[in-house]
């Protein structure tokens, strides 16, 4: 009696271990806001175990409204993506109550405005050290478990930036060109490890980033300009910004597709620009940074991207 009893509670266990195993574990960094937020949500609605990381679980108080009236839950871990042991620490923490970790969405990131001539290099390297240094720092924790099952996603979260140098924002448009490439590398790194690596190149999306991206160095007074465009183009934006829940749909069809591609521009002005060098040489480039005045510009920039930021 006791063998069968024995039996009976071990096939229940091997039941729910299965249950448990065929459930998608997620983790999105950067939870706490915009974009990551919404890809937590709608992953979690989507039957994912959703991982949410966030600097302070105290700031994640609107993160757990959503969730809650959505009806889902989202489990946070505190971690700080720009620091090695945060990260290390954290990833341990998380892999030690799921473990293993089937797709990772780099989301986490900063924004950063200058004029290459007015940025100190302290700003490019603290850009850099969240925007791309931070997916490093995560992408190393989960790879070595993923590896071993010969199955897994990376989802990075680059921009249109990381495609088109964006004016007046030369420390992120660095981060986010850096971060293309290494994950344009990372994608042949691991294919033979049934690995699979997704770029998402957002536009403008309603997002926490903007209203924190203000910044207008300007200190020696000759660049104006630069920031006025650059600004103009975030106002025009903003006012037919993409919902962050239409990246985070992007997001989930870049996991689950059969038909896996590497790039997937999304959100207003996205599409539009991301194919800058199908449209534009590198002089006629040049050319529309030369234009001096804010009309003529905007009517190139019309002429260039079809988008009017007027």
């Not at 870049?254 to 449209?279: K, N």
Request: charged residues 20%; aromatic residues 8%; contains cysteine.
């Amino acid at each position: 009696m006791q063998i069968g009893a024995t039996s009976t509670l071990d096939g229940m266990s091997n039941a729910v271990s299965s249950i448990e195993d065929a459930v998608p574990v997620s983790v999105v960094t950067g939870a706490n806001s915009g974009i990551g937020r919404a890809a937590a949500i709608y992953l979690a609605l989507q039957g994912h175990r959703v991982i949410g990381t966030v600097r302070a679980a105290s700031k994640a108080d609107k993160l757990r409204a959503m969730s809650e009236e959505a009806g889902v839950s989202i489990e946070l871990f505190e971690l700080d993506v720009a620091d090695d042991d945060s990260v290390r620490d954290g990833f341990a923490r998380i892999l030690d109550a799921t473990g293993r970790v089937d797709h990772l969405v780099n989301n986490a990131g900063v924004g950063g405005n200058a004029v290459a001539e007015e940025c100190p290099p302290e700003l490019y390297l603290s850009v850099m050290n969240v925007n791309l240094c931070g997916a490093v720092r995560c992408v190393q924790a989960v790879l070595p478990q993923m590896r071993e099952r010969g199955s897994g996603t990376i989802v990075n979260l680059s921009s249109v930036a990381g495609r088109i140098a964006a004016l007046a924002q030369s420390p992120y448009v660095a981060s986010k060109w850096a971060f293309e490439g290494f994950s344009e590398g990372l994608a042949q790194e691991l294919a033979p490890f049934g690995i699979r690596v997704a770029i998402i190149e957002p536009g403008v999306t309603k997002s926490a980033i903007f209203a924190k991206n203000v910044d207008a160095p300007n200190s020696s007074g000759v660049y104006e300009a630069h920031y006025r465009r650059m600004f103009q183009f975030y106002t025009t934006g903003m006012a037919s910004a993409t919902d962050p829940f239409e990246v985070a749909k992007v997001i989930f069809d870049a996991i689950t597709t059969d038909e896996h591609r590497l790039r997937y521009p999304v959100s207003w002005g996205g599409a539009e620009m991301a194919e800058l060098h199908d449209r534009i040489d590198d002089a006629d480039w040049i050319a529309l940074g030369a234009i001096e005045e804010d009309a003529a510009y905007y009517d190139r920039f019309h002429d260039v991207f079809g988008l009017d930021l007027r």
